[in-house]
C-alpha cells in the first residue's frame, strides 16, 4: 500500500513536470523567447552592422590617356634613284650602272664619313606597248638603282641631293626625317599620357561622389615617332633644273611622338 502511494505521487511529480515544461515552452513560443527566435535576433544587428560596411561598393572605370610630344628630329633619310633605258636590256643596265657608281660617289663625298649609303633597291624591266587584239610588244627596258642615304647632320641634306642630280641621278623617291635617340621623348609622353589617365580617373569618381581607391591594371596602348616626309618624289625634270640652279633648300620641322596608356581604376562610391 505504502509503495502504490509512493508510485502515484512520482507518477503526479513527473506529470506536473512534463505539464511545466510544455507550458513553459508554450509560453516561450508566444513571446518569441525560444533559442532559436533568440538566435535570429542576436545576428540581426551583426547583418545590419555588415550590410552598412559594405554601403561603399568599388567599381571600376577603364580609361585612356594620349600624349603628343613635339621634338627636334636627328636623321634624315633619302631615297635616290637612277633610272636608265633602252631597246636593249644589257644597254640600260650598263647605262644605269655606270651613273649609279658615279651618284654614290658624289653622294659619300657630300654626305661624309658618318652618313650610311646602301642600296635600297634595283629592277630591270620590259617596257611594253599594248595594241587591241595584238599580244604586247616590248619597244625596250628601263633599268632602276635606288641607294637609301641616311644622315646625322641634317645640314647636308640639300647639299646630298645636289650632287645626286650632278652626278645623274634623275629621281628622288622621299625625304624623311626620324628622330633615332628617341627615349627621352617617349619616356615624356608616356608620363603625360599615364597623368592624364589618371586624371580622368579622377574626374570620373568626382563626378560619381566617390574616390579612386586604388589602380588596378595599366597598359601601355601603344606609341610611335611620325616621321616628317619633306618631299614625296622630285622627278627627272626636277632634278634637271636642280643642277643649273641655286642649291635645294631643306626645312626640318618637328616630330609627334605619341604615346597611349590604358587604365584601369578602382573607385569607392557610397550606394
Known sequence: MYNNSLKMSGALATGAIVLVMIFSTAQLHAAGLTSNVQGTDANQPQNDAARNSSGKRPMRVIVTGDSVVQA??????????????????????????????????????????????????YSLQPQRVYKENQPPTIVGYEARNTVTVTLA??????????AASQAGANNVDGIAFTLRKDRAARMQA??????????????????????????????????????????????????????????????????????????????????
Open 72 to 121: 627636334q628630329p636627328d636623321t634624315a633619310i633619302l631615297s635616290i634613284s637612277v633610272v636608265t633605258q633602252s631597246r636593249r636590256a644589257l644597254d640600260a643596265q650598263t647605262d644605269n650602272a655606270n651613273k649609279s657608281d658615279a651618284v654614290i660617289r658624289a653622294v659619300k663625298a657630300a654626305a661624309g664619313a658618318g652618313a650610311e649609303i646602301k642600296t635600297g633597291g
Open 153 to 162: 647632320d641634317l645640314t647636308k641634306v640639300g647639299a646630298v641631293i645636289d
Open 190 to 271: 608616356l608620363t603625360e599620357a599615364t597623368r592624364e589617365a589618371v586624371a580622368k580617373a579622377q574626374a570620373i569618381a568626382q563626378a560619381l561622389g566617390a574616390r579612386v581607391v586604388r589602380v588596378v591594371e595599366v597598359q601601355e596602348g601603344g606609341g610611335y615617332v611620325r616621321p616628317l616626309n619633306q618631299i614625296a618624289e622630285v622627278s627627272e625634270g626636277v632634278m634637271m633644273r636642280a643642277r643649273v640652279s641655286a642649291p635645294t633648300p631643306v626645312e626640318v620641322g618637328t616630330l609627334d611622338i605619341r604615346s597611349q596608356v590604358q587604365l584601369i581604376a578602382e573607385i569607392e562610391t557610397a550606394q
